[in-house]
């Protein structure tokens, strides 16, 4: 039996922020159902309603003017099959609480975001990754989802299910995701190391076999003339990587711990030092513990085709010193292809250009048309969760599924429960 208050899973009126601040949520009601059934009584008796994550978005994919709710209140449930290697994990989860628990079973994700508090369910609705050249987005380690449609029945999209790829990045469109069901592995030990000082002339020559030095690869820059500030190289115990003696090429191994935003506190990131550790404690740049990056920003993040990586760098720092203002910092990843319709690494290895700014959102604006023209020749895909200035129409020409995708939402949702401002703009 539930034990929702008088059998009502809404709240009073709130006003409520996103995780940074630049978003504040014009939502009527924030409804916390305690059950799937409650979650299902409410989706079939609210006209619309837009699922809420960890509230990591920048943008408003998590807003409306309706009702948001919360899954944060369901069962905390994590289970795993260990003959099939898949885990069920409650959709309201962070990364950070499934992979304690997948670690205590003897077991890990293959992947990671460089921020392990987001949602399962939502970083896998706005193509969340992490990094490296044999690493797909989060979303395509997904085999499984239980979802609540609009009529209110509880679906399971299984993985022989045609329609699988197109659920992986749904933007909240198809339903509310109540569990993931998630491909694991048996638990592995990782080492970070972080050098400083790589130069552009290494960048242009050596792109990709840097990139390929370790599991997970990340650089730092503000595309500037003092080139690749950082390089975070993360290196498998079980795995034989190429090596690359950043040494040689010019770059000083850290002696102590370096955080990417220039001026943050060093407690909060994972140890570096080529120390090895379990992979949730080095895969993400930053511990569960601490707030993450710097609090008061504004990200924005382009994928494109990994072959275009060193033009599209030279094309960003002809306008370094144009967004050096506004810009804490830019990370650049590889990420490799996968399935998912609406991954912004779908069909093509991909290199992401991931851009920390200051939380000052005229500045941004300014910002991202100069960051979108620059990478307007390789075709950029916006992240789903962060900020851009494309218009719907660049948003369907980038991502060629999406008119596939809206059709289906339409099916599945034709009354538009599910509905928000941004996807009424999105998938029109």
Known sequence: MSDVIDDDTTTAAHSRTNWAGNVTY??????????VADLQRLVASTP????????????????????????????????????????????????????????????????????????VAGAVATGTHGSGVGNASLAQSVVGFEIVRASGDLEVVGADDPRLDAHRVALGALGVV???????????????????????????????????AGYSVSMFTGYTDDGIRQVWTKRREDRDDPVVDLTALGAVAGLEPIHPVPGSETAGVTEQGGVPGPWHERLPHFRSSFTPSAGAEIQA???????HAVPAIQA???IGTAIAPVLYVSEIRRIAADDAWLAPSSERDSVAFHFTFRRQAE???????????????????????KV???????????????????????????EGRFRNPFLERVLA
């Open 48 to 119: 619309r309603l837009t699922a809420l994550g960890s509230r990591h978005s920048f943008n408003t994919i998590a807003d409306t003017d309706a009702v948001q709710v919360t899954l944060t209140g369901l069962p905390p449930e994590l289970d795993v099959d260990g003959d099939r290697r898949v885990a069920r994990v409650a959709a309201g989860l962070t990364h950070a609480q499934v992979a304690a628990g997948l670690e205590a079973r003897g077991w890990a994700l293959a992947n990671l975001a460089s921020l392990p508090h987001i949602s």
């Open 178 to 212: 109540v569990a993931v069901h998630l491909a694991v592995e048996p638990t592995y030990r990782v080492a970070q190391t972080v050098h400083t000082g790589l130069g552009w002339d290494v960048v242009d020559a050596q792109f990709e076999q840097v990139m390929s």
């Open 363 to 385: 500045d941004v604006a300014v910002a991202l048309p100069l960051i979108e023209n620059a990478l307007a020749p390789f075709g950029p895909r916006p992240h789903w969760g």
């Open 388 to 414: 851009t200035a494309a218009s719907p129409e660049q948003l369907h020409q980038v991502y060629p599924q999406l008119g596939a995708f809206a059709a289906l939402a339409r099916d599945l949702d034709p």
């Open 26 to 35: 014009s939502a009527s009601h924030l409804a916390e159902p305690r059950s």
């Open 301 to 307: 993040e382009y994928l494109i085709a990994a072959e």
């Open 316 to 318: 960003l720092r002809r």
